[in-house]
């Protein structure tokens, strides 16, 4: 409950508190699959904590291939960062993830999931082109009269299309045709119109990728309350909590050496609504078991030993 530690992160930077540092730290490691902590010390103790921006961050190898320095890079100005230790504690921490073909880099899942990302984004460009154009296809001008269009005509003509008959604003206007012109309408079906599944199953891909039910994105036909909730625990689970730990995990293993001493940083599961369920059977099969002493019991819940509470 009090170690420097945890007043450390409550005051990592001015302004800033531990939620906005690993908020950053979180984004960073999900957007491009990298995460650098800069740890600032003053009289010999850490005393800040910054988060650079990781295309601005370069590894640099030394000669044995191990990396050797971080380069800095804002505007105009670079700095070398060596891996020197500041009160013990080595100035840089990089928590990256997995990458198969990169040394010294994560992989962003959001690279895993381009080819989605690029599909979701150009269904939304054509939706809003649909939209900008009154959500109907176009048609075409046919001139029925012998000969051809001038090309000044042809242009005024494009013009007074652009400007009088293009756009949500003007749907629905009629289109009043000079002599010789005719309109015919080219229309498609709802169907071949209808992006938006190709943009849902776009969201899903891009949503397994970063490890969220999909369910949890509340696509129409996707999601009923019970397997809502379920997803939920789900996301919790097997990608929230995960992350969680792999962060606080080598937080604790870079901090620590600064009180000289062992200390973990774990989160507190019990702060966790979504997994209130889980703790309630939990403390259901704890209430039920014969074979347990009270202090079993009390243990398998993370709480402390009570005095007579070792008979079963």
Do not use: C
Request: charged share 20%; hydrophobic share 40%; glycine share 8%.
């Amino acid at each position: 409950d009090e170690h420097p530690m945890l007043e450390l992160l409550a005051g990592s930077n001015s302004g800033k508190t531990a939620f906005d540092l690993f908020e950053i730290v979180y984004g960073h490691l999900l957007v491009s699959g990298n995460a650098y902590i800069d740890a600032v010390a003053i009289a010999n103790e850490v005393s800040g904590l910054h988060v650079l921006r990781p295309d601005r961050v370069r590894v640099m190898p030394g000669g044995d291939g191990w990396p050797e320095a971080f380069e800095y890079t804002a505007g105009q100005s670079k700095t070398v960062i060596r891996g020197d230790a500041v009160a013990n504690v080595p100035r840089i921490l990089h928590m990256k993830l997995f990458h198969p073909t990169s040394d010294y880099y994560g992989l962003s899942p959001l690279e895993a999931s381009a080819a989605a990302i690029d599909v979701h984004n150009t269904a939304g460009r054509w939706n809003k082109a649909l939209l900008d154009n009154s959500a109907r296809p176009s048609g075409a001008l046919v001139y029925t009269a012998d000969g051809h269009l001038t090309g000044e005509q042809f242009s005024r003509l494009k013009g007074e299309l652009d400007e009088n008959f293009q756009g949500a604003r003007n749907a629905g206007r009629p289109l009043l045709l000079e002599g010789g012109l005719d309109w015919n309408a080219m229309s498609l079906t709802p169907r071949e119109m209808d992006f938006i599944e190709a943009k849902n199953a776009a969201a899903r891909e891009i949503a397994l990728a970063l490890g969220v039910p999909p369910m949890l994105l509340g696509i129409p036909g996707d999601n009923t309350y019970s397997n809502y909730q379920e997803a939920n625990r789900t996301f919790w689970r097997q990608t929230v909590l995960p992350l969680v730990q792999r962060t606080v995990r080598s937080m604790s293993r870079w901090l620590s050496p600064a009180w000289e001493s062992d200390v973990m940083l774990k989160p507190d599961l019990n702060a966790i609504q979504a997994l209130a369920p889980e703790r309630e059977a939990l403390w259901l099969r704890l209430e039920q078991s014969s074979f347990l002493s009270l202090n079993e019991k009390r243990s398998a819940v993370g709480y402390g030993p009570v005095d007579g509470g070792d008979v079963i």
